[in-house]
C-alpha cells in the first residue's frame, strides 16, 4: 500500500508560482510511475503531468508546457510540481497519483493510477 499526501497549495495571483509537493508512504515509491492530475468545479479531473518511476521521463498537458515541471526525489519518497507563471485557467484542485510500473511509459489517464491523495486546492484568480 502506497499512501500520497499533497500539499503546497493557496491563492496565487496570476504571473505567479506555486510548489506542489506529494510526500509517499510505502517502500516501494521508487517503482510507482507519478502523476499530478487536476479538476476545476463542474469538469472532469485531468491530466496535468506525469514522470517515470525512475525520472527519466516525463509528460505535460499541452496546457501547461513550459510552464510546469514535475520532478521527483526517490530518496525521500517525493514528487514535486512546480507551477510557474500561472493563469486563471489553472484552479482547480490538485491531486497527485501513483501507479506502479517499471516502464518508461507515463499514463494520463485517470483509470491507469491505483492511489491517490487528498488533494491540494490552487487558486488563481481572474
Known amino acids: 500500500q502506497v499512501q500520497l499526501v499533497e500539499s503546497g497549495g493557496g491563492l496565487v495571483q496570476a504571473g505567479g508560482s506555486l510548489r506542489l509537493s506529494c510526500a509517499a508512504s510505502?517502500?516501494?515509491?521508487?517503482?510507482?510511475?507519478m502523476g499530478w492530475f487536476r479538476q476545476a468545479p463542474g469538469k472532469e479531473r485531468e491530466f496535468v503531468a506525469g514522470?517515470?518511476?525512475?525520472?527519466?521521463?516525463?509528460s505535460y498537458a499541452d496546457s501547461v508546457k513550459g510552464r510546469f515541471t514535475i520532478s521527483r526525489d526517490n530518496a525521500k519518497n517525493t514528487v514535486v510540481l512546480q507551477m510557474n507563471s500561472l493563469k486563471p485557467e489553472d484552479t482547480g484542485v490538485y491531486f497527485c497519483?501513483?501507479?506502479?510500473?517499471?516502464?518508461?511509459?507515463?499514463?494520463?489517464?485517470?483509470?491507469?493510477?491505483?492511489?491517490w491523495g487528498q488533494g491540494t486546492q490552487v487558486t488563481v484568480p481572474s
Open positions: 514522470i517515470t518511476w525512475s525520472g527519466g521521463s516525463t
Open positions: 510505502g517502500r516501494t515509491f521508487s517503482t510507482f510511475v
Open positions: 497519483a501513483g501507479r506502479p510500473s517499471r516502464s518508461g511509459v507515463v499514463v494520463t489517464t485517470t483509470k491507469g493510477y491505483a492511489y
